[in-house]
């Protein structure tokens, strides 16, 4: 049976070299990776999306340091690092947006109707006040 890779000098053959594995596996970064996609699809519910993030930025940097000594799985441990840092930054910016629009006027009103409110009905006038206020 011959083999398909012939050699360049045109005498014995040449056979693909076996692709390099490292030896260790590095299961931290698949770890951030996951906990990192997570915590952004999760962002919307911030009592879990938050804390994986923060689990993904820590997971992340274990990853990259154990990957310094030889295991694989950088890439991995990088992107799942960025994906916990942007998820963080996200959330920031929505909480900074949030206090903001608490604290304009048409927030202050809403808190005022909202304490005065006797009943859910006048609280639902409340929130229909502020977004027709917000709405123009």
């Given at each position: 049976?011959?083999?398909?890779?012939p050699s360049p000098?045109?005498?014995?053959?040449?056979?693909?070299?076996?692709?390099?594995?490292?030896?260790?596996?590095?299961?931290?970064?698949?770890?951030?990776?996951?906990?990192?996609?997570?915590?952004?699809?999760?962002?919307?519910?911030?009592?879990?999306?938050?804390?994986?993030?923060?689990?993904?930025?820590?997971?992340?940097?274990?990853?990259?340091?154990?990957?310094?000594?030889?295991?694989?799985?950088?890439?991995?441990?990088?992107?799942?690092?960025?994906?916990?840092?942007?998820?963080?930054?996200?959330a920031g910016i929505?909480?900074?947006?949030?206090?903001?629009?608490?604290?304009?006027?048409?927030?202050?009103?809403l808190r005022s109707?909202?304490?005065?409110?006797?009943?859910?009905?006048?609280?639902?006038?409340?929130?229909?006040?502020?977004?027709?206020?917000?709405?123009?």
């Amino acid at each position: 049976m011959s083999d398909p890779y012939p050699s360049p000098e045109g005498s014995g053959t040449h056979t693909a070299p076996a692709p390099a594995r490292s030896g260790r596996r590095n299961g931290l970064a698949v770890a951030a990776l996951v906990t990192g996609v997570a915590s952004l699809l999760l962002l919307w519910l911030w009592f879990v999306g938050i804390p994986l993030a923060l689990v993904a930025i820590g997971l992340g940097i274990a990853a990259l340091r154990r990957a310094r000594g030889g295991a694989g799985g950088r890439g991995m441990a990088i992107s799942g690092l960025v994906l916990g840092s942007v998820t963080v930054v996200i959330a920031g910016i929505l909480v900074a947006v949030g206090v903001s629009i608490l604290n304009s006027d048409e927030g202050k009103d809403l808190r005022s109707c909202v304490d005065n409110a006797r009943t859910e009905q006048d609280r639902q006038d409340c929130a229909n006040r502020f977004n027709q206020d917000v709405g123009n």
